[in-house]
């Protein structure tokens, strides 16, 4: 192999690892709040691609317009799922409010299929992110250029929110003490609201970056990401923002680098991700930049 | 001679030292109680003894035999049976159910011959079934035996625990508060039941509460913990007129 | 002393009862299964099948999620190994050249016929093998991470069919499986696995499991080994899922990758919640249910025109939208399903009257405040 067609397949990896960071982020901020894995997640991102498909592709709305109204409608998405399928459970035991999440994935998948069709659609293209210029021989599209940047940016935004507001100061305590927080009157409901707009906003970026890489969007897209970037949550340490970002390289790396060089074991490309899961679950179930818990007896 | 004995048990969670180089003696046939204000780490004593928590550094000594970092089950079956202190029953199971279940550590017959119902399994259940039905009727539960274990009076659900922990076969039992949330009149009750069961089954009895009373009239000698340290030890006249004893147990009403 | 003599009759007296009320029952169930082969025709006669080893399936999955408290969707993986073993081994020689076109199979395997009930077992065992093996590191985690591995490692089986060529003939499956037509495979197997299940339930070994679920730490201190009963039951599980498995290989004639998909295992967590988690008899109702409620709700996917207009509402995709929303509705409002963790019996059957009156006062009662 080549010194540039390793470089041409690093990129990929970090390109394919920070979308995987933006959509692990959502998953991780929700465990970090209601200890729950949210199982639909993965298939908001499916429903943002199809939004901004119907926004440019039917309703020709312009692309900045459109981009802002997805990630808007996907938080309000967020936040309708946590109301309906997941506040009245909040006392519920812990395997109700799992087979909910999963009721809630199985039906956002269910009624695209019945909605959009299973058939698969094609995402609107962006030339100016697509066309690859070289450098130094190396072939790159924009795109790959421009998801870790969104990536990190975003990472600092959200970062900000979190440590210097009122609302992040409000979800770091929900997420220490949930009782001990409600007891000294933060509004529980507001915060875990919140919560599941900002990820779920965020995983509308990731979704329409998905679309333009992928170009075809169909309702079970979002299934497979959505597993494997709640790997990547729990690779970092999950409830850690730092964490996800640093889970979706390593899995995105390691998914890509794994096809460059031992392309006999291609068709394992979407076993790769569980293989990682279950190793780190036995050496270091915290994650990499999680902290150790002890049961309380 | 000595049943159980902590050599210099340390146990850290991250950077808090809940239990400071616990040295701990228990001798066969003795009840100690091991007491202190709230949070000054006696259960957490109690869980590096039964495995739960594995010590930060120290040994456990069960009869002589190293138990340090064996898993709660292991230690279980080598005889040490515990009570907890947030009532721990299998709360939608009955109370033979329960009992029963503490049985299953000395079957000796695998889950086939028990699913067909091969000859040493019946057997073997019959005599479990007899056994668990003997001890419930010592203790006085025969008349719930077929109750959901959680649908009981409080002050049972104690009782059942302690049976629970008796049906396997312990030489050392632990009890994690017996009286909590007891009123005096029941308190007495279960110091009588105590001293009882621990005659008829030979057992020796380690012991955390915070009845003092209870504490003073049963327990031959007792070890006293504040912040993880042990502050004092000896018998029940000693303890009484121990003056840092005094202090912390002052100390604390003072905060309250 | 004497009251107690009488007791212990009385309780020998209401056991002969039972047993001859569990006689009849299979008795009952049996003439059933006896009339119904003979007469249904062959949709109704494959919707019933469908319904045995969905009731096996069902069963496979409540031992671990519901009796052992250990939340597993790994069915769908184990259900695969079933039946490929199956398939592989049942297809006869001479028509497997034609369908390994693209890779020939392995040779070591490609003569080898087996009988079906040989080839059926094989699937039941190595499914246990496999769920022993996976056992043992993913059983140390809780909770959802337990979900999320055990899914993990079904979509793993079924990456690893897709990409073992020779054995499996990959994403393009195996066709020609020598059908069951008659219902006495899979209604019989599934009353010896109801029987299997009362069984173990009832031993030593089932208070083990839900001692468990009930108390990991309490179970623990009652010398309990955590990991060893949750391996058993997980082996057990994987066991029975390869017996159903292979049986629904055998009644579809057809397997490929795309069949065993995790989502499938969806159908059996419907069936275990409905009917109830860590109920048997709740089970086996809810997998009659469940089952041909599905094929029913095929209506839902066809067009149907109301006084000549078309209603738009139906088209396909309709019946798994409705079979979603079933599954929370179900977990949102009516968490302990029919039976809870109860088992139907003729006692409970007795009080079923009372609790109807008795939900209706509450109500009337309640009417009568609101007046």
Excluded at chain 1, 94 to 99: P, V
Excluded at chain 2, 74 to 87: H, P, S
Excluded at chain 3, 100 to 113: D, M, S, T
Aim: one cysteine or more.
């Amino acid at each position: 192999m080549t010194m540039a067609t390793f470089m041409q397949q690093l990129t990929n990896g970090i390109s394919l690892g920070s979308l995987y960071a933006l959509i692990a982020i959502g998953y991780t901020m929700v465990y970090g709040i209601l200890r729950l894995i949210n199982f639909a997640h993965g298939d908001i991102v499916m429903m943002a691609a199809y939004f901004a498909f119907f926004g440019i592709a039917v309703f020709h709305i312009p692309w900045y317009i459109t981009f802002l109204a997805v990630v808007l409608l996907t938080a309000l998405l967020g936040i309708v799922v946590e109301r309906t399928a997941y506040r009245t459970l909040r006392d519920a035991p812990r395997t109700s409010i799992l087979i909910s999440a999963i009721g809630v994935s199985f039906l956002l998948e269910n009624l695209a299929t019945y909605l959009f069709s299973g058939i698969p659609k094609a995402f609107p293209e962006f030339k100016f992110m697509t066309t690859p210029f070289s450098v130094g021989g190396v072939l790159i599209q924009p795109l790959v250029v421009v998801v870790p940047v969104v990536t990190i940016l975003l990472l600092f935004v959200l970062l900000f929110i979190i440590n210097k507001t009122r609302l992040g100061m409000a979800m770091r305590a929900v997420s220490k003490d949930y009782e001990t927080a409600r007891l000294m009157g933060i509004e529980i409901n507001g915060v875990i609201s919140a919560t599941f707009g900002i990820g779920s906003g965020l995983a509308a970026v990731g979704a329409l970056m998905w679309g333009m890489k992928y170009s075809s969007i169909q309702p079970l897209m979002g299934v497979m990401p959505g597993l494997k970037c709640f790997i990547a949550a729990v690779i970092g340490g999950i409830g850690n923002i730092k964490g996800a970002v640093l889970g979706g390289f390593i899995l995105g790396l390691a998914e890509i680098l794994l096809v460059a060089f031992l392309p006999s074991l291609t068709g394992y490309r979407d076993a790769i991700a569980f293989i990682i899961l279950i190793i780190i679950l036995l050496f270091r179930p915290m994650g990499i930049l999680g902290e150790k818990q002890t049961d309380k007896v | 001679m000595s049943i159980l004995k902590t050599e210099n048990v340390v146990m850290q969670f991250g950077g808090v030292v809940a239990v400071d180089s616990l040295n701990i003696e228990v001798n066969e046939g003795e009840i100690v109680a091991l007491i202190g204000p709230n949070g000054a780490g006696k259960t957490t004593a109690f869980n590096c003894i039964t495995g739960v928590y594995i010590p930060t550094s120290g040994r456990v000594l069960f009869e002589d035999q190293n138990i340090t970092g064996k898993s709660p089950d292991k230690i279980t079956k080598l005889g040490i049976a515990r009570t907890f202190q947030n009532i721990r029953l299998f709360k939608d199971l009955t109370v033979m159910e329960n009992v029963l279940i503490a049985k299953h550590l000395h079957v000796n017959y695998n889950f086939l011959s028990a699913t067909l119902r091969l000859p040493k399994a019946l057997y073997g259940e019959r005599q479990m079934k007899n056994e668990c039905e003997e001890l419930l009727e010592r203790l006085g539960l025969t008349a719930v035996k077929n109750e959901i274990s959680s649908s009981l009076p409080y002050g049972m659900q104690r009782h059942l625990e302690i049976a629970r922990a008796l049906a396997t076969n312990p030489k050392l039992l632990l009890l994690d508060e017996p009286a909590a949330g007891m009123n005096p009149h029941e308190t007495d009750e279960l110091t009588a039941f105590i001293k009882t069961v621990k005659d008829d089954y030979h057992l020796t009895v380690f012991m955390i509460e915070h009845h003092m009373d209870l504490v003073m009239e049963i327990s031959d000698r007792i070890y006293v913990l504040d912040f993880g340290q042990t502050i004092a030890k000896g018998t029940p006249d000693e303890i009484q007129n121990n003056d840092r004893v005094i202090q912390a147990y002052l100390g604390v009403q003072e905060d309250a | 002393m004497g009251n107690s003599v009488n007791a212990s009759g009385a309780n020998q007296k209401s056991n002969r009862m039972k047993y001859v009320r569990i006689g009849i029952l299979l008795v009952v169930v049996l003439i059933f299964v006896f009339i119904a082969d003979i007469t249904v025709n062959s949709y109704v006669r494959r919707i019933l099948n469908l319904c045995a080893i969905y009731t096996i399936l069902g069963l496979s999955m409540n031992l671990v999620n519901g009796f052992t408290g250990l939340f597993s969707l790994g069915q769908a993986g184990f259900m695969a190994v079933g039946a490929y073993c199956v398939a592989v081994f049942t297809v006869p020689v001479e028509s497997r050249a034609a369908m390994f076109y693209l890779v020939p199979q392995n040779p070591a395997i490609a003569n080898l016929e087996l009988p079906f009930v040989v080839a059926l077992l094989l699937g039941g065992f190595v499914s246990a093998f496999f769920a022993f093996l996976i056992g043992f590191p993913v059983l140390r985690l809780k909770g959802d991470y337990l979900a999320i591995a055990t899914l993990g490692f079904s979509e793993i089986i079924r990456i690893v069919f897709t990409n073992t060529q020779t054995i499996t003939n990959g994403a393009l499956g195996i066709k020609g499986i020598p059908t069951i037509n008659r219902l006495w495979w899979t209604f019989g197997i599934a009353i010896l696995v109801v029987i299997f299940m009362f069984l173990l339930i009832n031993s030593t070994y089932g208070r083990a499991f839900k001692a468990i679920r009930e108390d990991e730490i309490a179970a623990e201190a009652m010398g309990i080994s955590l990991f060893k009963h949750k391996v058993l039951s997980f082996t057990i599980s994987g066991f029975l899922a390869g017996i159903g498995g292979g049986l629904f290989a055998a009644l579809l004639g057809t397997v490929d990758p795309k069949q065993f998909y995790f989502t499938l295992t969806y159908n059996f967590l419907l069936i275990i919640v409905l009917g109830g988690m860590g109920s048997i008899s709740g089970t086996i109702i809810s997998a009659f249910i469940v089952t041909a409620g599905l094929e029913w709700l095929r209506l839902l996917d066809e067009p149907h025109a109301i006084f000549g207009w078309n209603v738009p509402l139906f088209r396909p995709g309709l019946r798994m939208v409705v079979f979603s929303i079933l599954l929370m509705a179900i977990v949102l409002f009516w968490s302990r399903g029919l039976m809870g963790n109860q088992e139907l019996s003729w006692e409970y059957v007795k009080k079923v009257p009372d609790k109807v009156r008795n939900a209706f006062r509450i109500k009337s009662a309640k009417g009568g405040a609101a007046k």
